[in-house]
């Protein structure tokens, strides 16, 4: 399939969220999350999520679908990238707000953001994972091992960009996951 690369950037993702998910309720019953928690999240949403596995949908999962005829300047794949806008103004709240709240102590506009980003993310995961990805793995299956190819060489150029790899965010995401079930 010309998108299990992707399906399993989305798994990781979705740890992610799972862990944000735990800090906002931690957040919300008055806990104290530490930088140690907060600065992962930040580099993991925006270089990990937006850098490398939105990097990959843009740089070669929709131009492919576009050359098998798929519009372009209209339905899924201009959607899914104002969807990756949004994602990253999101992250990029969550990353303004996690300074403030280290400062302060203040919550309140962290929670928020929190929440935006895993309820925006989840949604726009769901489209891809039930819509577009299915209909991609239809019109990219004689050129699926192209596509895979070119995936790979994207995520891997994009990480070593911003000088990490996948085991990299596998492992962060591992430790957000512990690291928030202590608190």
């Known amino acids: 399939m010309s998108t299990t690369s992707l399906r399993n950037d989305h798994k990781l993702i979705e740890k992610v969220l799972n862990a944000l998910e735990t800090t906002t309720s931690l957040l919300m019953d008055g806990k104290s999350i530490p930088e140690q928690i907060l600065l992962p999240t930040i580099d993991f949403t925006h270089n990990f999520t937006h850098v490398c596995h939105h990097g990959k949908e843009e740089e070669v999962l929709f131009p492919a679908l576009g050359q098998s005829g798929m ?72 050129v699926s091992k192209e596509v895979d190819d070119r995936l790979g060489k994207i995520e891997d150029l994009k990480l070593k960009e911003i000088g990490k790899s996948r085991s990299d965010y596998e492992a962060l995401a591992e430790e957000l996951e512990k690291s928030v079930s202590k608190i």
Request: hydrophobic share 40%; aromatic share 6%; no cysteine.
């Open 71 to 142: 519009p372009t300047k209209m339905g899924p794949i201009p959607r899914m990238i104002m969807e990756h806008k949004i994602t990253n103004q999101l992250a990029g709240q969550i990353e303004v707000s996690a300074k403030a709240y280290l400062e302060s102590g203040d919550s309140e506009e962290l929670i928020a953001s929190l929440q935006n980003y895993v309820i925006h993310v989840r949604e726009h995961l769901w489209k891809e994972n039930n819509r577009l990805f299915m209909m991609a793995d239809s019109r990219l299956n004689n």
